[in-house]
């Protein structure tokens, strides 16, 4: 009798109207590994049918010569307003997340989204916005002086940890960290989060401490504390925009994480597809030895507010006054060797 119910269902439901086809576009669905000419149906804002044959619906749209795929979810977006995501969905992103340097308090940033949001989102428990809060910093975004300037009292990485922690219990998707904008928190600090993170069974998100190929100091260095950090605890790796932060020694840094990889553990990397970046002026990303650090100078860097590119003058100016910079510090050779490598899965929760 149950079968019965079934079938009678599914013959209703295949009865029932089609609301919209998206006729002759080119299917990609990753999950299944379809890539083909389909039409595809939609009823009540869901997809329905999936036909190599023409489907029938109340509206029919052509789409031969797109790619009909699944929204795009994006791991690293800081734009986190309603103008955001609306450019967000009219590029076919349907998630937007915050993950490296997330958010504290989670639940009130969830609370001022619900059913107001115009794509999906989520954010990570931020170890940068809780150093802030615990320390005192002035910035809003990033720190610019307690956070980055020095390195957190006892009392102050026990709220650090504990605002974490009440990330985590409010729903955040892991723990973030822009361990290059809080260069002074120490390494036991990290280690602790991390462990934090493995017991809670989440990933974390991680703008590594060091860039550039500075050695040591640089971002060998930097990806080898993680590595390191993610291997002693199990606690599932992320390390985002491996191109801007490894600059010309991506060649060096993608092998590091292919090989953790191949020896079992959890580490996924990304890249963006263009030559330039985005921070803050007056974040720890510029203090004393920048230029060497980067592998960049004065003119790479352009003032977001007037298109400017900077001198030692402007730049001493506009990092007093505090604002965003576009750092122009990567080829298109870097790029493509990014992108070139597939070095990122769907990240693991340890067993």
Same mark, same amino acid.
């Given at each position: #009798?149950?079968?019965?119910?079934?079938?009678?269902?599914? /013959? %209703?439901?295949?009865?029932?109207? /089609?609301?919209?086809?998206?006729?002759?576009?080119?299917? #990609?669905?990753?999950?299944?590994?379809?890539?083909?000419?389909?039409?595809?149906? =939609?009823?009540?804002?869901?997809?329905?049918?999936?036909?190599?044959?023409?489907?029938?619906?109340?509206?029919?749209?052509?789409?031969?010569?797109?790619?009909?795929?699944?929204?795009?979810?994006?791991?690293?977006?800081?734009?986190?307003?309603?103008?955001?995501?609306? /450019?967000?969905?009219?590029?076919?992103?349907?998630?937007? /997340?915050?993950?490296?340097?997330?958010?504290?308090?989670?639940?009130?940033?969830?609370?001022?989204?619900?059913? @107001?949001?115009?794509?999906?989102?989520?954010?990570?428990?931020?170890?940068?916005?809780?150093?802030?809060?615990? #320390?005192?910093?002035? $910035?809003?975004?990033?720190?610019?002086?307690?956070?980055?300037?020095?390195?957190?009292?006892?009392?102050? @990485?026990? +709220?650090?940890?504990?605002?974490? +922690?009440?990330?985590?219990?409010?729903?955040?998707?892991? =723990?973030?960290?822009?361990?290059?904008?809080?260069?002074?928190?120490?390494?036991?600090?990290?280690?602790?989060?991390?462990? %934090?993170?493995?017991?809670?069974?989440?990933?974390?998100?991680?703008?590594?401490?060091?860039?550039?190929?500075?050695?040591?100091?640089?971002?060998?260095?930097?990806?080898?504390?993680?590595?390191?950090?993610?291997?002693?605890?199990?606690?599932? %790796?992320?390390?985002?925009?491996?191109?801007?932060?490894?600059?010309?020694?991506?060649?060096?840094?993608?092998?590091?994480?292919?090989?953790?990889?191949?020896?079992? %553990?959890?580490?996924?990397?990304?890249?963006?597809?263009?030559?330039? $970046?985005?921070?803050?002026?007056?974040?720890?990303?510029?203090?004393?030895?920048?230029?060497?650090?980067?592998? =960049?100078?004065? @003119?790479?860097?352009?003032?977001?507010?007037?298109?400017?590119?900077?001198?030692?003058?402007?730049?001493?100016?506009?990092? @007093?006054?505090?604002?965003?910079?576009?750092?122009?510090?990567?080829?298109?050779?870097? =790029?493509?060797?990014?992108?070139? +490598?597939?070095?990122?899965?769907?990240?693991?929760?340890?067993?």
């Amino acid at each position: #009798m149950k079968l019965a119910t079934l079938l009678w269902c599914s /013959l %209703l439901a295949q009865a029932q109207p /089609l609301d919209l086809i998206l006729a002759g576009g080119r299917v #990609m669905d990753p999950e299944s590994g379809l890539d083909a000419v389909r039409d595809v149906g =939609i009823r009540g804002g869901r997809i329905a049918a999936i036909s190599a044959t023409p489907l029938s619906g109340t509206v029919r749209l052509h789409v031969t010569g797109r790619v009909v795929a699944p929204g795009f979810v994006d791991l690293h977006a800081h734009g986190q307003l309603p103008e955001n995501y609306r /450019l967000q969905a009219r590029d076919g992103v349907t998630t937007a /997340l915050e993950l490296e340097i997330g958010v504290s308090p989670v639940a009130a940033w969830y609370a001022e989204r619900d059913g @107001k949001a115009l794509i999906n989102f989520g954010a990570s428990a931020g170890h940068v916005a809780a150093s802030m809060a615990a #320390m005192g910093d002035t $910035g809003t975004f990033l720190p610019r002086d307690a956070a980055a300037d020095r390195r957190a009292t006892p009392a102050e @990485k026990k +709220r650090i940890e504990a605002l974490v +922690r009440q990330g985590l219990d409010e729903g955040a998707l892991g =723990i973030g960290f822009g361990l290059a904008y809080v260069p002074r928190a120490s390494r036991q600090e990290i280690l602790d989060l991390f462990r %934090l993170a493995a017991a809670e069974r989440v990933p974390c998100f991680v703008h590594v401490r060091y860039p550039g190929p500075r050695d040591p100091g640089g971002v060998v260095e930097a990806i080898q504390e993680v590595l390191a950090d993610a291997a002693v605890t199990g606690a599932p %790796l992320h390390i985002v925009h491996i191109n801007s932060s490894s600059g010309p020694a991506l060649p060096m840094t993608l092998p590091m994480i292919e090989g953790a990889r191949r020896r079992g %553990l959890d580490v996924t990397t990304e890249s963006y597809p263009y030559t330039a $970046g985005q921070t803050r002026l007056d974040s720890a990303i510029f203090g004393e030895g920048w230029q060497q650090q980067l592998g =960049i100078t004065y @003119k790479d860097l352009q003032w977001v507010e007037t298109g400017e590119r900077l001198s030692a003058e402007s730049f001493a100016r506009y990092r @007093k006054q505090g604002g965003s910079v576009i750092v122009h510090s990567m080829t298109e050779d870097m =790029i493509r060797l990014a992108m070139g +490598r597939r070095v990122s899965s769907t990240l693991r929760h340890p067993a």
